[in-house]
């Protein structure tokens, strides 16, 4: 039997039980539905970034030359901020360093004197009593960072840090090297040719918060940044260094409006030099013009004029079964039997010129002869083979030149592709060309990349350059052949000697567009190419002269070939030659 006092508590007690389980029940219905129903939408509220400025940085890699030599590195720099509100409030406390004191020191530091340090913040003041900024000096380095932290006065004085490209030579192979703009992307040359390998990844670091703002213990996240990868290049830098300058002196000397030298090592393809003037600074982007910027041996495409000579040549020997000793009638002033009308450079009789003296005299009209025993279109081929209307290596704004379809040649243009006009090249396509020549017919893709070393040291190496034999051995070396004889007998031949060498040699004089049909009066683009020793091939150097004004013809280009070929030969300890020259070649038959 249940007496009154003992029901009492019993009923309490299952009240009591029955709001702790009301109250169970409400927080089992909470959570399940917090980390079931509304889960996604609760993550996503509580996982928070860093925000903007925890983006983990990762270092863009380095470009270095043939030896390892640094061209372009990223470093670490800070830009210096005054808050002159702050400065001026602590001066009314009488600070241990004052304003007066501490400026001095300031500027003894970043270079700058005393009153332009206090000018900056008097000027901030007088723009507005509040100021809390003020630019100090922007891109110091680490010791000025380091003496201006020790001066104790980083209550007015910040310097956030920030990544910046320098390129440790200067303007040495700057065309080539290319830049960065304001945000650190890749614009022109190495820089864009090889950003995939340059490039970091960035990383980043997350976690998650409560409501009110408290970091989830354990739930932070780091995905670290992966450092850019280190290219390689096939430039010599000290070579490039001597050619650069010595491109200067003599562009310079002549009246030109610039200059450049090209090195090609005969049996790689490989770009050893690459020279030109004027020069880019990549430090001072600000110095420079778009037209200054660019890489004129890739992106200034020109008519070759007589330097192609060698490629008619080699397409009358293969397809005509021309040889150097072959021979044709030729005047200084010829007109042909469609109208057309070609000029030699100099005023001579009829003269029974072979192959090898049209190419010694370099006669337009003797070629012209030479050029008609074969098709337009075989001559067109042969053009293909050696490189024209194709870009040599894909660099950023190269150019591939024009080569005009057969169909669009005139009566004037039958004959002036025999020697070098009617269609343009660049330096490097020039070079392209020769290097099939030294290198026995096979023509082997230039390359300016040797490798990209990843930040865990992976290395890897472009694919093989394409190689092809676009002439037979024996036409190469007749081409050889023929080509020391124009470096002995030609109009050049004291100016470009190599003590201790056998040099080949063919020179250009490009007439240059007036930008409406037709051409500048007087006004040439010369260029003059050759390759070393000629008994066994190793470099071919390619000089231009953009516009000489002293020595107008391309014997301008002489003194700075002769120049560069004797200094590459002693820059890679090149051999002399051991061999003797054959018996000169005779100019007529």
Known sequence: MTTRATRGPRRRTFVALAVILSVLAAFVVRLVDIQVVSANEHVSQSLTKLGEGDIIAGQRGTIVDSSGTPLASSVLVYDAQLS??????????????????????????????GDEV????????????????????????????????????????SMPSRET?????????????????????????????????????????????GKDGVVIPGSER????????????????????????????????????????????????????????????????????????????FYRDFEPGSTFKAVTAAAVMEAAGATPLSTVTASS????????????????????????????????????????MVSPEVRYDYLERFGVGETTLGFPSEVGGILHPVSEWDSQSLYTTTFGQY????????????????????????????????????????????????????????????????????????????????????????QVSDGNGGYKAGVYYTSMVGFAPADDPQYVVVVTLDEPTKVVSSAAT????????????????????SVPMDELLPKFG
Request: charged residues 20%; negative net charge.
């Open 222 to 297: 780091t995905v670290q940044a992966v450092d850019g990868g280190s290219t390689q290049l096939t430039l010599n830098s000290d070579l490039n260094w001597y050619l650069q300058q010595m491109i200067a002196e003599e562009a310079q000397a002549q009246g030109a409006k610039g200059g450049t030298v090209t090195v090609v090592e005969v049996g790689t393809g490989k770009i050893r030099a690459a020279a030109e003037w004027p020069a880019f600074d990549p430090n001072d982007l600000a110095a420079s013009t778009p037209s200054t910027r660019a890489s004129q041996i």
């Open 423 to 510: 269609f343009t090249v660049t330096a490097a396509q020039l070079a392209g060309a020769y290097q099939a020549i030294a290198n026995g017919g096979e023509k082997i893709d230039l390359s300016l990349v040797e490798s990209c070393t990843s930040a865990d040291g992976t290395v890897t190496t472009p694919a093989d350059p394409d190689r092809e034999q676009i002439v037979t051995e024996q036409t190469a070396a007749d081409l050889t052949e023929m080509l020391e004889n124009v470096a002995v007998q030609g109009g050049n031949a004291e100016r470009i000697q190599v003590p201790g060498y056998r040099v080949t040699s063919k020179t250009g004089t490009a």
């Open 333 to 372: 002033r010829e007109t042909f039997p469609n109208g057309a009308v070609v000029n030699d450079a100099f005023t001579h009789p009829a003269y029974n010129y072979t192959l090898a003296g049209g190419l010694i005299d370099s006669s337009n009209v003797a070629l012209s002869k030479f050029g008609t």
């Open 558 to 577: 002489a003194p700075a070939f002769q120049k560069a070929m004797t200094q590459v030969m002693k820059t890679y300890r090149v051999m002399p030659s």
């Open 165 to 209: 490209r320098v390129y440790p030579n200067g303007a040495v192979a700057g065309n080539i090297l290319g830049f960065l703009d304001s945000s650190g992307t890749a614009q022109a040359g190495v820089e864009k040719l090889t950003d995939e390998c340059l490039a970091p990844v960035d990383g980043e670091e997350s976690y998650r918060v």
């Open 84 to 113: 002159p509100q702050v400065i001026m409030l602590l001066e009314e406390d009488d600070p241990a360093l004052p304003w007066a004191e501490a400026s001095e020191k300031i500027a003894a530091i970043t270079g700058q004197t």
């Open 118 to 157: 206090r000018a900056l913040v008097d000027g901030a003041l007088a723009e507005n009593p509040d100021s809390q900024y003020v630019e100090l000096k922007r891109g110091l380095d680490t010791e000025q960072y380091i003496a201006l932290r020790d001066l104790g006065i980083g209550s007015y004085l």
